[in-house]
């Protein structure tokens, strides 16, 4: 069946820095792929999502491009802020009514 | 943003005291979503609804009930609240999922403590 996998967190980094959170998936035919973030006390956001291979999900300085020969959608961002704190969520879509989601990775920023 | 609501935003309860948390949508989509979330579990499914009295299971849906009688609201009742049934839950709407209406919007959570 369809599912993703996304690294293991809390990933810790200082403002500033290189960020990569990790997502693979597994699916039959072609998915679309979400990454979805959660800021604390809060609902979950679309951040960005990719509805075929190749393309590129951008939005806020965040980006992800779907690659369907390694079957991943790593999230990725040049120089993270404290305001990026929050939890992250990779998803996706197959042919059926529902998101499969990962099980959410912790990006923690000190200045 | 969506327009999603959920309420109670936060409720405090008793094992075995019937509960329901409500979610109202303001944006006309066919689709809404019950979901709980709990730390080491991420996202979990309970219930969907893709129409008015169309409703189905989700992956973890013992225990729990849900309604739709109207597009705008979605119901989630737990007959008899548990304390593993302590949870924060989000209700979620999307438009056709089948056809390229998949990404889904979250409403802002209902925190349930059963004691």
């Known amino acids: 069946g369809n599912s993703v996998t996304q690294m293991e967190g809390p990933v810790t980094l200082s403002e500033e820095a290189f960020l990569t959170i990790n997502c693979t998936y597994t699916a039959t035919g072609y998915p679309s792929l979400f990454w979805y973030v959660q800021y604390p006390g809060e609902g979950l956001q679309l951040l960005l999502k990719?509805?075929?291979?190749?393309d590129k999900g951008s939005n806020k300085g965040f980006e992800a491009t779907y690659r369907k020969e390694t079957t991943s959608f790593h999230l990725e961002k040049g120089s993270v802020q404290v305001s990026d704190s929050a939890v992250y969520f990779c998803?996706?879509?197959?042919?059926?009514?529902?998101?499969?989601f990962g099980t959410g990775t912790r990006l923690q920023v000190f200045p | 943003d969506a327009g999603i609501t959920q309420s109670p935003r936060h409720k405090v309860t008793e094992t075995g005291t019937p509960v329901t948390l409500r979610c109202h949508q303001t944006?006309?989509?066919?689709?809404m979503y019950w979901y709980r979330q709990d730390p080491g579990h991420g996202l979990r499914l309970i219930h969907y609804?893709?129409?008015?009295?169309?409703?189905d299971k989700g992956e973890v849906s013992d225990g729990y009930s849900v309604s739709r009688s109207k597009t705008e609201d979605f119901l989630l009742t737990l007959e008899s609240a548990t304390s593993s049934q302590t949870s924060v839950y989000f209700c979620?709407?999307?438009?056709?999922?089948?056809?390229?209406?998949?990404?889904?919007?979250f409403g802002p959570g209902t925190r349930l403590l059963v004691l």
């Open positions: 944006e006309n989509h066919r689709y």
């Open positions: 998803a996706l879509s197959g042919n059926t009514d529902k998101l499969i």
């Open positions: 990719a509805t075929k291979a190749d």
């Open positions: 979620a709407i999307s438009e056709s999922p089948r056809a390229g209406g998949e990404t889904q919007y």
């Open positions: 609804s893709y129409g008015v009295k169309d409703t």
